[in-house]
């Protein structure tokens, strides 16, 4: 597969720079297998059936970046995620100016340091900092930002409402370099009327790592490597899920790949803690996941090759051209859609 068939041409005023508000106030497409249909997100409880378990991503984004000096030589560092051996994994911009044994000193804290451990070709770097646990928590919310995707412009980088509005109401475990944006157009209205329609909420995480900000690079896109993230499926949540009545809902694809990730051939999901790097292309026979809801991608991304996957390329590039001549907001903070196999 070629990474052409992933393309498409968006309008710039088509990317949302703010959320809607209310967040169920956005905008939902309804993509089905015999056609499409506009709706909100505060009408998916009518969507969905009695019975449905609705899984939602409970990672909560923390300020993940970091303005680094070494020397006279500024470094963006972006946090990616903590290693086995306490050292963090992270994106370096100008990482070929680092060297190991480097030592970086921090904008916003001038105690924070760390030391470059080890560098690999895809620019991301190992670094050992001077803190741990809540120290090195306290310490990143003092001199650390949240990593606002390039395509929501901040004169002055992200606004004190992003703080808030970049997080979802089922943001618990901290750890996600990004906010996993199906679940950010949830309100405690919209889960007390899916509740009171019989269908289930169940949380899982996934710490959205750096590696999602990364653009495919390889024409043959079978070639791209995904970097690995953290999640956690209990085995509470696994019980509710296999033991449901009606159909597996992914909000996001964050979820869904987690989910995926944990189930076996027959569409049982495991208790799962580690690493994923699954990625998705068409192609890929899902065994769990029944309905996707998600927002609307970036061209030529693994996350469009995902929904792609999941739906039919054609029919993803039928509802997106719809999405952009109906008006639909586009990427994290833009509308959402909900699509049936």
């Known amino acids: 597969?070629?990474?052409?068939?992933?393309?498409?041409?968006?309008?710039?005023?088509?990317?949302?720079?703010?959320?809607?508000?209310?967040r169920d106030a956005a905008r939902l497409l309804h993509v089905r297998p015999d056609g499409l249909a506009n709706h909100a997100v505060r009408d998916l409880p009518s969507l969905l059936r009695p019975g449905d378990v609705l899984v939602v991503n409970d990672t909560r984004v923390i300020p993940a970046q970091l303005a680094a000096r070494r020397g006279g030589a500024r470094i963006g560092i972006t946090l990616d995620r903590p290693r086995p051996d306490g050292a963090w994994q992270a994106l370096a911009r100008n990482a070929r100016r680092l060297r190991i044994g480097d030592r970086l000193t921090f904008d916003g804290d001038a105690t924070l340091e760390a030391t470059v451990l080890a560098r690999a070709a895809d620019g991301s770097v190992a670094l050992r900092f001077n803190r741990d646990g809540a120290d090195f928590a306290a310490t990143l919310?003092?001199?650390?930002?949240?990593?606002?995707?390039?395509?929501?412009?901040?004169p002055a980088g992200p606004r004190a409402q992003d703080a808030s509005d970049y997080q979802t109401m089922f943001a618990t475990h901290d750890g996600a370099v990004a906010a996993p944006t199906a679940g950010l157009h949830f309100t405690p209205e919209l889960r007390t009327a899916l509740e009171q329609r019989g269908i289930t909420i169940v949380t899982v995480t996934l710490h959205v790592g750096a590696g999602t900000f990364l653009p495919v690079r390889t024409d043959d896109v079978s070639h791209h490597h995904m970097h690995p993230e953290r999640g956690e499926i209990t085995a509470t949540a696994a019980h509710a899920i296999n033991t449901r009545a009606g159909r597996l809902v992914a909000v996001g694809t964050t979820s869904?790949?987690?989910?995926?990730?944990?189930?076996?051939?027959a569409g049982t999901i495991h208790p799962f803690a580690g690493e994923t790097d699954l990625f998705i292309l068409p192609g890929y026979r899902f065994?769990?996941?029944?309905?996707?809801?998600?927002?609307?991608?970036?061209?030529?991304?693994?996350?469009?090759?995902?929904?792609?996957a999941f739906a039919g390329t054609e029919r993803m590039h039928a509802a997106y051209v719809h999405a952009i001549a109906a008006g639909y907001r586009f990427y994290s903070y833009g509308d959402a859609c909900l699509l049936e196999r």
Do not use: K, W
Not at 3 to 12: G, K, M, N, Q, T
Not at 141 to 154: N, T
């Open 141 to 154: 919310h003092r001199a650390g930002a949240l990593a606002l995707p390039p395509y929501i412009g901040r």
């Open 1 to 22: 597969m070629h990474l052409s068939e992933f393309d498409f041409v968006l309008p710039p005023e088509r990317i949302a720079q703010h959320p809607a508000h209310p």
């Open 256 to 265: 869904l790949r987690l989910l995926q990730t944990a189930a076996d051939d």
């Open 287 to 308: 065994c769990a996941v029944d309905v996707l809801m998600t927002n609307f991608h970036l061209p030529r991304s693994t996350l469009f090759m995902l929904v792609c």
